[in-house]
């Protein structure tokens, strides 16, 4: 029998619990994952996933379970501020075609739970409360040190510990920072209740609304719609502070007065039910998440010695191309079929890894930054020109059926176990 390989994973979110699995699945390697927070708590609000990603879920034996928590419906809606509706589109419709697999909107806590699940299921240890102080990367080796005095060793480490990455900042690259984008987010989960049924009924996937100041936007993200996420997103100066969290709960009240009353005076001209409801989720909001966007500079390292990065640690982008998660699955399952043969050496592993990610992560980046720009300040001739510029693509889309040819979708059917290593 061939000896049983060791890696360490640090970060127990979605990218290393996936890596944890897919490795236990394909490879002959024993993972143990460590996690700083003290339990799978997250702030991360509710994350779309498309085929790319939910077909890689599938094959991670999860699929069912996100799906019997999650939202499937696949419109894009675009409304306008008057209240009427400015264009409306399948968006992962071809790509379902292709593929069998559509969109999911869940919760980041129970796409957590789910993985977790399945990680104890198979028995994969999971780590809480265990901060990172020290790597150690040798010939033979890569050990670690925590700060309760912990440690670890294995034949390789995978750091999935997101955008302000310990193992990417104090090890593979402490020159690569996280750069602010320059848009922020402000988001909720509310009780669907808080609208009228009539309302709900409208809701098919995600509804947007384009205003002056950004874009606001709501999506069910249970399987029930029994809740709704709401996000608007915009321009908004780095605080001096230079915090850089990946994004905090408000709860003060004041504090969150403070923002509900912004949010109500960008909407102070919407019109029609559609408006109305608009400022009914935002006054019945008690809890509001600030995100600042932040994103890593392309063509860094993602690797040395013994240690490679993994999903946002290495190439954290704007969430404006709904693919974060997708692509740290992406990197997942092709680190695990590179791993699969043990005779392969670990540098040639990931300057193979780098090589066939690069290209792919640079497209879905470029994608994103391009996306961001529908959310940035406009003035109301600007807005006008946003939302002609969106009628005019979502409508001559639907005329030549551009939509059902695949139009903006190839990047959902790519299949990363197709790609020759």
Request: hydrophobic share 40%; with cysteine.
């Amino acid at each position: 029998m061939p000896e049983t390989r060791k890696a360490i994973i640090i970060g127990a979110g979605p990218a290393g619990l996936a890596a944890a699995l897919r490795l236990h699945q394909q490879t002959n390697i024993k993972c143990t994952v460590y996690e700083l927070r003290s339990s799978p708590t997250t702030l991360g609000g509710a994350i779309g996933i498309q085929p790319n990603g939910l077909r890689l879920l599938h094959r991670l034996d999860v699929l069912d379970a996100a799906v019997s928590r999650g939202y499937g419906g696949r419109n894009l809606t675009m409304h306008s501020l008057q209240g009427h509706v400015v264009g409306s589109m399948d968006h992962v419709g071809w790509a379902r075609g292709k593929t069998g697999f559509g969109y999911l909107r869940i919760k980041r806590r129970d796409l957590q739970e789910v993985l977790l699940e399945e990680v104890e299921k198979v028995g994969i240890p999971v780590r809480f409360g265990k901060k990172l102080v020290k790597i150690d990367d040798r010939v033979d080796e890569v050990s670690v040190v925590f700060e309760d005095g912990d440690t670890d060793s294995a034949d390789l480490l995978l750091g999935c510990d997101g955008i302000h990455s310990f193992v990417r900042r104090t090890h593979i690259d402490p020159t690569q920072m996280a750069e602010y984008s320059g848009l922020s987010g402000i988001m909720s989960i509310v009780p669907a209740e808080t609208v009228s049924s009539e309302v709900m009924d409208q809701i098919s996937g995600l509804e947007a609304t384009l205003t002056e100041e950004g874009m606001m936007a709501l999506n069910p993200c249970t399987a029930s719609k029994d809740e709704l996420f709401w996000f608007f997103t915009k321009e908004v100066p780095l605080p001096e502070s230079g915090d850089s969290r990946d994004g905090w709960e408000v709860h003060g009240k004041e504090e969150v007065q403070g923002f509900k009353d912004m949010l109500l005076d960008v909407l102070k001209n919407a019109q029609g039910d559609w408006g109305n409801m608009l400022k009914k989720i935002v006054s019945s909001t008690s809890v509001v998440k600030f995100y600042p966007i932040y994103r890593l500079p392309l063509g860094k390292a993602w690797s040395k010695g013994r240690c490679v990065l993994v999903g946002d640690a290495a190439h954290a982008m704007s969430p404006h191309a709904g693919q974060g998660v997708s692509m740290a699955l992406e990197d997942v399952f092709l680190l695990s079929r590179l791993l699969k043969d043990e005779t392969r050496p670990l540098c040639d592993v990931f300057e193979k890894y780098d090589a066939i990610r690069r290209p792919r992560v640079n497209e879905i980046f470029k994608m994103a930054t391009e996306n961001g720009e529908m959310r940035k300040k406009s003035t109301s001739w600007g807005l006008w020109f946003k939302e002609m510029k969106v009628s005019v693509g979502l409508n001559i889309s639907w005329l030549l059926g551009l939509d059902l040819k695949g139009a903006r979708q190839g990047h959902l059917v790519y299949d990363i176990d197709k790609v020759e290593l």
